[in-house]
């Protein structure tokens, strides 16, 4: 199998994942019954959401693979995953469901790692109980381990094992083995019983796991052509009520079985009978998405589930830049992995650049939407890696935008159920770029803009087009959100049955900024999973305490980060209330709440810390407090020095491993009584 091959499999897994919560996520908790009631047969998506934000079955999937960015081994173990999932979760919000220690299975277990409890302890029988440890989260998660092992069921098995005993035990690891190895099998197999029946064989025969399977397999046997009588006996076997918990793995992996061998290998047909029957909805059609999605490649999904997609990917990790994603992107986060895991580099063509948009994989959009009017009609269509924008009709002195989100607003995603926050993915200072092409000679000039979050457009020079070109904007630095980056079409003539085409998107990653937190505003994002209304800071992710924002600047009693995760700091200018007199941090270089660097100040000491994996290291200077409200730090990565300036006081420090190192930015005020931020200032070098 090429690369490319791998890639266009896995692609269709990950489509497929995404196609399922979405489908069923709506009707999540719904019996069959109910469902049969209010929609009758289903046949496609119930709910247009246009932008979906976060879910946990497809933020688990995605972060918790990167702990293999960290250790990519085979040998890589339960407690380094486990690092991992501390790594990029916020405390207590976001993610996942946060439903209480002892009710809700991954909350215990966070609350168990971040204790001192190790992994696999942290999701034991003995320490969270068999029936906490037997909810169906240890199934949800686990197709990210079939990704990275396509066609080694024993090694998709192996870390499949390990990340769910970070969490879950007994059944629970049983259904995290079965999901990864029914993918990792199904990018050879054809046939989703032999899938089926082979993944068993990877299982612990005497667990109620695979008993439960096999007397499904065997009522079906005896009933080929009925599906309502063995979901009937489904449901009165092994319905919720004769299982302990809030949402157990046995009944929802029964009707995952039923519905895969009554869909005959057909992926339309399995989908909409599994969401017809009921339960845990975007679970279960998350994970039967997968595996039917390798099982029939990208050729056998219909346009009808991808397109209302349109390749976007939002998600809810303490990261706020990486949590606004495309499918086709992060994809490639689980074949590098992959790849690399099999002991071969990557092809560059792709390698996964977050600081480019391209068009590489079918059907891909890069998320891209046109606005789109009755004067100017127009669609989208990925063709030949690139991105066509056909024009269906458009009068004379129309404008046509094709335009990239950079970052989202409440007002821009259906819903928050699992808490989205957000930073941007492209800021004030950088220089972006698109790549166009007119091969039709549209009668029309292009150019180039951004939309910042007050709704101040910045244009460049509008330009005719034939051949490829690149137009530029290098954008103002300032204090402000990037929203929107696109391309505005001036046609001057009606036009009909033409087209454009957009080759890519790139920025480069100098960003120049302030942030005075006196003028950022809170954001309303609504009622959470749980119905409790949640704001959050524009621009940032509170990771854990609390913070908000006012006239007088940010007031801040825990932490908050910001900032691209691949960009790299060279300057930080931050002033704050100088009637505070407790310890202020200033975080760079963050990738996740366990990997970062940071300057401490303390009352009359200047530290600073290296965490890495959750384990700290630090280097002291010691001062006459002066009592200066503005800390600069100048961070000089050529060689290797952090200089610190607090007012007239200058401290350095040497061999910080600064030089390949990169990330966001944050702060941290740990002390209960109140910390105000009044601005930060930032300038960056590009990484990419």
């Known amino acids: 199998m090429t690369y490319q091959e791998y890639l266009y499999k896995t692609y269709a897994a990950w489509l497929g994942k995404i196609i399922g919560i979405r489908l069923g996520a709506p009707v999540e908790g719904w019996s069959a019954e109910e469902i049969k009631r209010t929609y009758g047969k289903i046949h496609g998506y119930i709910v247009d959401y246009d932008v979906f934000a976060s879910d946990d079955d497809s933020n688990g999937p995605l972060f918790f693979v990167r702990a293999l960015e960290k250790c990519c081994s085979k040998d890589i173990t339960a407690q380094e995953m486990g690092d991992n999932v501390l790594n990029w979760l916020c405390?207590?919000?976001?993610?996942?469901?946060?439903?209480?220690?002892?009710?809700?299975?991954?909350?215990?277990?966070?609350?168990?790692?971040?204790?001192?409890?190790?992994?696999?302890?942290?999701?034991?029988?003995?320490?969270?109980?068999?029936?906490?440890?037997?909810?169906?989260?240890?199934?949800?998660?686990?197709?990210?381990w079939g990704y990275v092992a396509p066609n080694d069921p024993k090694l998709a098995c192996n870390l499949a094992s390990k990340m769910s005993s970070v969490t879950h035990d007994g059944d629970g690891i049983e259904g995290g083995k079965f999901v990864a190895v029914a993918i990792a099998l199904a990018y050879e197999l054809k046939d989703i019983r032999k899938i089926i029946d082979t993944a068993l064989t990877y299982l612990d025969p005497t667990s109620s796991y695979v008993k439960l399977c096999q007397d499904v397999i065997t009522k079906i046997d005896e009933h080929p052509n009925d599906s309502d009588y063995v979901l009937q006996w489904i449901q009165e076997n092994h319905g919720y009520d004769k299982y302990p918990g809030v949402c157990h793995i046995l009944p929802n992996t029964?009707?995952?079985?039923?519905?895969?061998?009554?869909?005959?290998?057909?992926?339309?047909?399995?989908?909409?009978?599994?969401?017809?029957?009921?339960?845990?909805?975007?679970?279960?059609?998350?994970?039967?998405?997968?595996?039917?999605?390798?099982?029939?490649?990208?050729?056998?999904?219909?346009?009808?589930?991808?397109?209302?997609?349109?390749?976007?990917?939002?998600?809810?990790?303490?990261?706020?830049s990486e949590n606004i994603d495309t499918v086709s992107s992060s994809v490639r986060v689980f074949t590098e992995l992959g790849w690399r895991l099999q002991g071969k580099d990557v092809?560059?063509?792709?390698?996964?650049?977050?600081?480019?948009?391209?068009?590489?994989?079918?059907?891909?959009?890069?998320?891209?939407?046109?606005?789109?009017?009755?004067y100017f009609e127009a669609n989208a269509v990925n063709c030949d890696e690139t991105l066509k924008i056909v024009v269906n009709n458009a009068y004379p002195d129309t404008v046509g935008k094709v335009y990239l989100t950079t970052y989202y607003k409440p007002e821009d995603v259906y819903d928050a159920r699992y808490e989205p926050s957000f930073s941007p993915i492209v800021y004030p200072g950088e220089k972006i770029h698109y790549t166009v092409s007119n091969p039709e000679h549209l009668p029309a000039t292009f150019c180039i803009y951004m939309k910042d979050d007050q709704g101040n457009m910045y244009?460049?020079?509008?330009?005719?087009?034939?051949?490829?070109?690149?137009?530029?904007?290098?954008?103002?630095?300032?204090?402000?959100?990037?929203?929107?980056?696109?391309?505005?079409?001036?046609?001057?003539?009606?036009?009909m049955r033409t087209y454009f085409v957009i080759h890519e998107f790139y920025k480069d990653n100098t960003a120049a900024y302030g942030i005075d937190f006196s003028n950022l505003s809170m954001e309303d994002w609504g009622y959470d999973f749980g119905g409790v209304r949640r704001s959050a800071v524009r621009g940032c992710v509170t990771h854990h305490g609390s913070a908000y924002t006012d006239q007088s600047g940010l007031h801040l009693d825990g932490m908050i980060s910001f900032g691209d995760m691949f960009s790299q700091v060279q300057e930080i200018s931050l002033e704050y209330d100088k009637a505070y007199e407790d310890s202020v941090s200033i975080v760079f270089d963050m990738?996740?709440?366990?990997?970062?660097?940071?300057?401490?100040?303390?009352?009359?000491?200047?530290?600073?810390?290296?965490?890495?994996?959750?384990?700290?290291?630090?280097?002291?200077?010691?001062?006459?407090?002066?009592?200066?409200?503005?800390?600069?730090?100048k961070i000089d990565r050529l060689r290797d020095r952090i200089m610190v300036y607090l007012g007239e006081v200058e401290f350095s420090f040497d061999s910080c491993g600064l030089s390949a190192s990169k990330g966001a930015v944050g702060l941290i005020c740990e002390d209960p009584k109140d910390c105000v931020i009044l601005g930060c200032k930032l300038g960056c070098s590009n990484f990419q």
């Open 459 to 495: 244009r460049g020079e509008r330009q005719e087009i034939s051949e490829k070109t690149t137009l530029s904007l290098s954008l103002p630095t300032g204090d402000y959100v990037v929203c929107e980056c696109g391309v505005e079409a001036y046609v001057s003539e009606r036009v």
């Open 591 to 633: 990738c996740g709440y366990m990997d970062y660097k940071a300057i401490c100040v303390h009352e009359d000491v200047i530290e600073f810390v290296t965490k890495r994996n959750g384990v700290s290291k630090s280097e002291k200077r010691v001062f006459e407090n002066t009592n200066m409200p503005k800390i600069t730090l």
């Open 254 to 320: 029964a009707i995952m079985i039923w519905a895969m061998l009554y869909g005959h290998n057909d992926f339309d047909t399995t989908m909409n009978m599994l969401c017809e029957a009921g339960w845990d909805t975007d679970c279960t059609l998350g994970n039967v998405g997968s595996i039917m999605g390798a099982m029939v490649g990208l050729e056998g999904i219909d346009e009808k589930w991808t397109r209302p997609i349109n390749d976007v990917l939002l998600s809810s990790s303490c990261m706020g």
């Open 91 to 144: 405390d207590g919000h976001g993610f996942f469901w946060w439903g209480g220690e002892g009710i809700a299975t991954e909350h215990t277990a966070y609350s168990n790692l971040k204790k001192g409890i190790c992994a696999p302890s942290s999701g034991s029988c003995e320490v969270n109980g068999k029936d906490l440890a037997e909810q169906i989260g240890g199934q949800i998660f686990s197709d990210c």
């Open 347 to 374: 092809p560059e063509k792709y390698l996964r650049d977050r600081s480019r948009v391209d068009f590489l994989l079918p059907r891909s959009t890069g998320g891209m939407r046109i606005n789109k009017h009755r």
